[in-house]
């Protein structure tokens, strides 16, 4: 599992979170649709999912309809427990998709955040990346941190 390193996307191009990897089953509801889909990496500002529903490869185009936009990605974690993010669809192709999450509780905030610090190598430097906002409208206090 490689987290990445840390660095300002607007100077260098390159992602600003670490990504850990992770394949948990979920559902993007998007353009009227339920898709079911995989993640393969999550971060704490998006994820890499697969749409469990078509065939793999550079052609793949599925589903109809949801190449840009928005939704609400539900992950399941145990009973009675989902992570609910509202996300942006921010590239599709070869049967995968980049999701930008755009907003979510700060329980499932919570949720996330433990996923990717207990698979990442080091969770510290997950915890050094709080200190920066990754979003342009939020304020470090929209999440209380729970050490």
Same mark, same amino acid.
């Given at each position: 599992m490689d987290t990445g390193?840390?660095?300002?996307r607007k100077d260098t191009g $390159? $992602?600003? $979170?670490s990504r850990v990897e992770g394949h948990f089953e979920a559902d993007l509801v998007m353009a009227g649709?339920?898709?079911?889909?995989?993640?393969?990496n999550v971060s704490l500002k998006g994820m890499l999912v697969v749409f469990l529903e078509?065939?793999?490869?550079?052609d793949a185009a599925c589903p109809e309809g949801v190449?840009?936009?928005h939704g609400l990605l539900r992950l399941p974690l145990a009973k009675g427990v989902t992570v609910e993010v509202e996300v942006e669809m921010v590239r599709a192709e070869g049967g995968r998709a980049a999701l930008r999450y755009q907003g979510m509780d700060e329980e499932s905030y919570r949720h996330l955040r433990n996923m990717v610090r207990l698979a990442?190598?080091?969770a510290?430097?997950?915890d050094r990346e709080q200190a920066v906002p990754a979003f342009d409208d939020l304020s470090d206090s929209d999440f209380e941190r729970d050490d």
């Open positions: 390193r840390r660095v300002n $390159r $992602r600003e $979170r649709q339920v898709i079911p889909v995989r993640t393969e078509c065939h793999d490869g550079p190449e840009d936009g990442a190598n080091d510290d430097d997950i």
